[in-house]
């Protein structure tokens, strides 16, 4: 038995899509934090398995989900992923297999319209397909992580990521996951400065368009590397802000 697990929250663009692609699963769970938009009543479409639940953070909520699943093994996707053919038939195929408790797939992510294969986006495999009783999340407010007991392998056919449509999505989550990543940062005791700030963002732009060689991809490519520069920059800034308040001194 295969449970889906999905957090949402304000995801109407997505979701629909997302969840199609995953009908043919035992059992979908979803847990929303308090959508403004239809996401709520598009889930309800697919699944009865639908919660609402406050926000503790990506980790806390994943692990809420996962607590309510009940297949042998569990798939956890964002409500910006789709699993294609080919993928769902080597799912099918990798949970045959005994001697292993994980799998990392490779995602393909699209930003504003366009597949990137350089800047480090390909192929970015993530673990997402574990048994339910040797895998959990790990706490972090923001880029958690599945922690499996046991042999873990990869797949070949990518898990297709819609990362941004447009760019008024790409400011929405660079302002989004700066902030969760400062405070991630200021609680672990880090530190920063301007001038921090700036060389951070200034490498990552290095980084992304000619080490990474989004250069490649085209004008998709350089954005990428401005934006990721960006998202970089002001996570450094509000931990300077995070440090200079007073407040938290």
Known sequence: MLSVIIITKNEAQHIGRCLASVAWADEIIVLDSGSSDETVPICRQFTDKVFITDWPGFGPQKQRALDKARGDWVLSIDADEEVGPALKSEIQQAMQQ?????????????????????????????????????????SEVVHERIEVKGAIRQLNNPLWHEAFIDPAEVLHKINAYSSLGAEKMFNNGKRASLGKAIGKGLWTFIRTYFVQAAILDGAEGLMLAISNAEGSYYKYLKLRELCRNPANK
Request: hydrophobic share 30%; net charge positive.
């Open 98 to 138: 005994n001697q292993v408790q994980g799998f990392e797939i490779p995602r393909l992510s699209s930003y504003c319209g366009k597949q990137i294969k350089h800047g480090g986006w390909w192929p970015d495999y993530v673990l997402r397909l574990f048994r339910r009783d040797v895998g959990r999340f790990s």
